[in-house]
């Protein structure tokens, strides 16, 4: 059977209809493996056992207060982080997602069902077995090197792929869903154009270019964090230099509109890994400042809560330069952030030497 039509999307998930068709998937480095099950009936009163370094949310009555359960939790080891996300069954009952994440060239372990998942944590983060067992298990999943990306999402011969289709992000951040949303709003503006007879194909390949800019960024920042996931210290400065790119760079860009304006696509390209230029990743001088710091105490951490949030990153601008000066805002926190980080090792460098 033939169709005829303006634009064939492919929304086809993993099978990847048009991505195998055309031969566009590409399986970069550094792939991923994935574990993850759903739970019910657990004593979420466990979770009060975490010894978690960091800032607490405000407490009751004070601005911005939440209940951390509803966090996303996150615990990190040497080339594998766990998530537990808390959610709501049919019957209105607690429920979590548990996931177990690995790069498996790096995770020396092999994670596929429930029985290797806690004798693993069992070892790393005993709270999460122990509250794996105080529950039921609903359900399993794996997927083994699942890790992918199209070469391109958009052509002028009017074809696109959308979401799973078009990449399998680390869930890490849950990039995936952002991605995708974004996508839809690129593909509105590409098909405003062909009615009003001016999208040219210079612009499929642009909105293409730039979809693809910020997926390889993150992913390759991602990539790069695996094999020193297990350093919190390091893992503290990764988490904390994305959060402030998020805030203060690329959610203002979102919000707009700058995936998808053709006014204000140049300011979304800064998204792109260059030779100069790692938006999402940090700079080699931190992983050194890691590496020399050696075992961390809660002492030589340099905390970040309020600072990296961005209140004005919901605000609609009809002026560029409220864009522009976020992302300086941003990047002047970046900097002290830094300077604060290298001051403090230096700090206990001196001492260990004059010991």
């Known amino acids: 059977m ?10 086809t998930g993993r099978r990847q209809l048009l991505g195998r068709k055309l031969d566009l998937i590409q399986k970069p480095e550094g792939q991923r493996d994935c574990f993850w099950f759903r739970m019910r009936g657990f004593d979420r009163g466990m979770l009060k056992n975490l010894n978690a370094l960091g800032p607490m949310p405000p407490g009751p009555g004070e601005p911005y207060h939440y209940d951390r359960y509803f966090s996303t939790h996150h615990f990190m080891g ?4 766990i998530w537990l996300i808390p959610m709501k069954g049919e019957d209105g009952g607690d429920m979590m997602s548990v996931g177990f994440t690995s790069r498996p060239d790096v995770f020396s372990g092999n994670v596929r069902r429930i029985s290797d998942f806690l004798a693993h944590t069992d070892q790393s983060h005993r709270v999460v077995s122990d509250l794996v067992r105080s529950g039921e298990v609903l359900d399993t999943n794996t997927m083994k090197r699942y890790h992918y990306v199209v070469s391109r999402v958009y052509h002028p011969d009017r074809w696109a792929i959308v979401g799973d289709a078009a990449y399998a992000p680390d869930p890490l951040f849950s ?43 993150t992913q390759t920042a ?7 996931m297990h350093d919190p210290f390091v893992s503290a400065i990764r988490l904390n230099w994305i959060e402030i790119a998020y805030f203060y760079v690329f959610l203002p860009m979102v919000v707009n509109g700058c995936h998808y304006k053709p006014d204000r696509l140049k300011l979304f390209k800064l998204l792109q890994n260059t030779s100069d230029s790692r938006p999402f990743d940090i700079t080699p001088d931190l992983v050194a400042a890691g590496k020399a710091l050696g075992r961390a105490r809660p002492e030589h951490f340099v905390y970040m809560g309020k600072e990296k949030v961005n209140l004005r990153a919901m605000e609609m601008l ?6 522009y000066e976020q992302g300086a805002e941003g990047g002047r926190i970046r900097a ?12 206990v460098t001196r001492t260990v030497l004059d010991q």
């Open 222 to 228: 991602i990539t790069n964090w695996y094999p020193t």
């Open 175 to 217: 990039n995936g869903l952002a991605f995708g949303t974004l996508q839809w709003e690129q593909l509105g503006e590409m098909f405003r154009q062909q009615l009003e007879g001016r999208l040219s194909p210079e612009m499929v390949h642009t909105y293409s270019d730039l979809l693809m800019g910020p997926v390889i960024a």
């Open 318 to 323: 009809d002026d560029l330069r409220g864009l």
């Open 78 to 81: 040497k080339g594998f982080w």
């Open 336 to 347: 002290e952030y830094t300077r604060q980080i290298l001051s403090r090792v230096a700090q």
């Open 2 to 11: 033939s169709l005829e039509a303006d634009w064939v999307i492919d929304v």
